[in-house]
């Protein structure tokens, strides 16, 4: 427990003195990120504002680098955390870099004034989130990808040793989603800040974290590394998902699969087909697909969109057997539509079932795309 | 790039010179213009010698001494007092349109000046300007509360407002019930102080309400820090180490102190506390309460000087109540500030 950090001993959280979530036991290493993933109103953010003291804990408390979090006062709390939190500022007439500069109130004399130290800081802050350009600009005139990077620099410049960040993506165009976060791992890694974060996006939040809390509205279901808790039986009954919609590879999920009997024949691989089950998918359309080999990037997105899926061990030729049960499946659809991908020795069999198709009549070939 | 309402760090010292020295400018112009005018007319020189060396003819040093220089030194202390106390409001609030007068407050003060008039001077001969403070302090709680405990009720910000006005309503209606079956002589004097005057000042009570609105002053000031961090919003200043529950309280003390003793002395002013910091920070192009705490300061006593010239010498020898004034440079201000706010946005 030597390079522990941040750890909550029996943190029970909630309001009013009724405790929503008990019992949260986690720790976390000095520079690792931490997230706080789980459904709308599970209590991400009331387990963040106890953390930041905004809110009183029901029982149990936080330690910050060995120092309590209930025994501290907000002015102590205040040198070693900081926050950006999701309550738009209301300040007006401010420019970026005087909301920047807030940071520096735990440093500032009684009357707040800046030092030229502090100001350097500022800037150094303005400039670690690429964000000098902005310090004159009107806060409230810049758009949201630029506010949070400002509010991250706030925060930056308040020198913490740990900063919590409730939801801080949302409202986020993808492009600054991956920016903010390549951010926060950058500043995790060099200045060995901790962060802990709530995020929505799964997806991410598996590529971004070290540490990962499931918050399931009355108790944290799971803790740990994003390989142990990004598993479809963790995060299926996490969200409420239908069992199978979420990838584990892409962090991703898909649209429920249509019901009913196939009456189509997807004959794809290497990617091609991905496009087709989507569109058979929003045309309601089940369907059958094959012959995939297990490692073909077709071969996780046929499983949850497809009604059947023939597959094969890569790296050997498709068995005699797969083939004829494709065929057999093949011979109930009045569709078959083959996409444009490469067929060679081991995938041979493919060929064959494409001239059954074409003797059928029931082959429609395409390219990529409709 | 969008218009930008602020400008750049190196710009800021000039302007922020520029405007101090322009109310100190009009400051001191409005002074000796004041005492200029009025129905006996003094040439400047003469001013110059009876305020530095105490000499002239004795019915001008008389009016400089006794009537104009109390009432000049009341209106331009109380006005800033004013201002400050709308300032602190709009900062407890968050909202650019909270002041004394729009939430009750001072119409509070003035109720309970006016019942503590009443009931004290069947009892005691005279009441002590302190006396008077210390009732005007415990009205302006006591609306405060009410606004305090509505807007626990009331999250919308402009309802917590119409709740204001309610209040201000009924207690100026008691205080006029009140006023109107007193018996007493004073009644006279009661009527003008709960329109708002600046009239009638004396030197106890200039003594009084200065070392009051001083020491406010100076503590508003040394709060300039906290106010700022809870410019950012309550969350924001907590986490940069204000104690945001006692700061608040803090807040409350002073702004209903300072209003309470304005209302104690000149009676309850419209606008000043609401126009006059708006008008600053659009001046200064910062809201920054380091410099917008001492500008409003002086703002509030440069505007209620105008508005208390114009009051007295506009239809002389008629006195206009110096409300009657300051709303009518001060709604139009606030006016527009609304529809800045709502329209320009889009």
């Known amino acids: ?370 | 790039m969008g218009q930008s309402t602020v400008q750049t760090e190196k710009s800021r010292p000039a302007r922020y010179a520029a405007v101090f020295a322009g109310l100190l400018i009009a400051l001191a112009a409005l002074t000796v213009w004041n005492i200029n005018s009025g129905s006996v007319h003094i040439s400047v020189p003469d001013i110059a010698r009876i305020l530095f060396l105490r000499q002239g003819d004795d019915t001008a040093l008389g009016i400089v001494w006794k009537l104009r220089l109390p009432r000049i030194i009341a209106a331009a202390v109380l006005g800033g007092g004013l201002a400050l106390s709308g300032f602190l409001m709009q900062t407890f609030f968050g909202n650019p349109i909270a002041g004394p007068f729009v939430l009750g407050i001072s119409s509070g003060s003035k109720l309970c000046v006016a019942l503590t008039m009443i009931v004290a001077l069947r009892f005691v001969p005279f009441v002590t300007s302190w006396m008077m403070v210390l009732s005007a302090f415990a009205g302006a709680l006591l609306a405060m509360g009410f606004v305090l405990l509505s807007a626990r009720s009331i999250r919308q910000m402009s309802m917590l407002l119409v709740a204001g006005i309610m209040i201000s309503y009924i207690c100026s209606a008691v205080t006029e019930f009140v006023i109107t079956f007193a018996r007493d002589s004073d009644i006279v004097n009661l009527h003008t102080w709960s329109q708002g005057s600046f009239s009638g000042t004396k030197w106890e009570d200039v003594t009084v309400f200065t070392w009051i609105i001083a020491a406010c002053a100076v503590a508003v000031f040394l709060l300039a820090k906290p106010i700022g961090a809870y410019q950012l919003g309550e969350s924001y200043a907590q986490s940069m180490g204000v104690n945001v529950k006692r700061f608040r309280v803090v807040l409350i003390l002073l702004s209903s102190l300072i209003a309470g003793c304005v209302t104690a002395f000149a009676g309850p002013i419209s606008f000043v506390g609401i126009a006059v910091p708006h008008l600053i920070k659009l001046l200064l192009k910062t809201a920054k309460p380091i410099v917008v705490i001492p500008a409003s300061f002086l703002g509030g006593a440069v505007f209620c000087l105008l508005c208390d010239y114009i009051a007295r010498t506009a239809f002389a020898p008629v006195e206009l109540s110096i409300s009657t004034v300051t709303a009518l440079f001060g709604a139009p201000v606030v006016i527009a500030m609304l529809i800045r706010r709502h329209g320009g946005r889009g």
Not at chain 1, 104 to 111: E, G, H, K
């Open chain 1, 1 to 370: 427990m030597a390079n522990v950090y941040f750890r909550t001993a029996d943190l029970s959280v909630g309001y009013q003195g009724r405790a929503l979530i008990e019992n949260i036991n986690i720790s976390l290493e000095k520079g690792e990120i931490l997230t706080l993933i789980g459904p709308n109103g599970s209590g991400k953010s009331t387990i963040l504002k106890s953390i930041t003291k905004h809110l009183a804990t029901i029982g149990g408390d936080s330690f910050v680098a060995d120092g309590s979090v209930n025994a501290m006062t907000y002015r102590q709390l205040s040198r070693r955390m900081a926050v950006v939190l999701t309550e738009r500022i209301r300040g007006e007439l401010l420019t970026c870099y005087d909301v920047v500069a807030t940071g520096r109130y735990p440093y500032t004399n009684t009357l707040g004034l800046l030092s030229p130290e502090d100001r350097a800081k500022v800037m150094a802050a303005m400039e670690s989130v690429h964000a000098a350009e902005l310090a004159d600009r009107d806060f409230t005139a810049i758009s949201d990808g630029q506010r949070q990077r400002i509010l991250l620099a706030r925060a930056i410049c308040q020198e913490p040793e740990i900063i919590v960040l409730d939801e801080p993506t949302s409202f986020l165009d993808i492009a600054h989603k991956l920016e903010l976060l390549t951010l926060l791992r950058a500043m995790a890694k060099e200045k060995g800040i901790t962060v802990i974060m709530s995020l929505h996006e799964i997806d991410l939040a598996q590529k971004v974290s070290d540490k990962v809390m499931c918050v399931s509205g009355e108790t944290i279901s799971h803790f740990g590394t994003p390989e142990a808790i990004f598993r479809p039986e963790i995060i299926e009954p996490l969200y409420g998902i239908a069992p199978g919609a979420y990838n584990v590879a892409f962090g991703s999920v898909e649209l429920p699969a249509p019901t009913g009997t196939p009456r189509t024949f997807v004959l794809c691989g290497c990617g091609s087909g991905i496009p087709v089950f989507r569109r058979l998918q929003k045309e309601s359309r089940p369907f059958c697909a094959g012959i995939l080999f297990t490692n073909d990037i077709d071969y996780p997105v046929a499983r949850q969109l497809a009604a059947r899926v023939f597959t094969a061990a890569p790296f050997a030729p498709i068995p005699e057997a797969v083939y004829e049960e494709a065929l057999a499946a093949m011979k109930q659809c009045d569709t078959v539509i083959v996409t444009d991908f490469p067929i060679a020795e081991t995938n041979g069999k493919v060929a064959a079932l494409i001239a059954e198709a074409r003797k059928m009549g029931t082959l429609r070939e395409e390219g990529i795309g409709p």
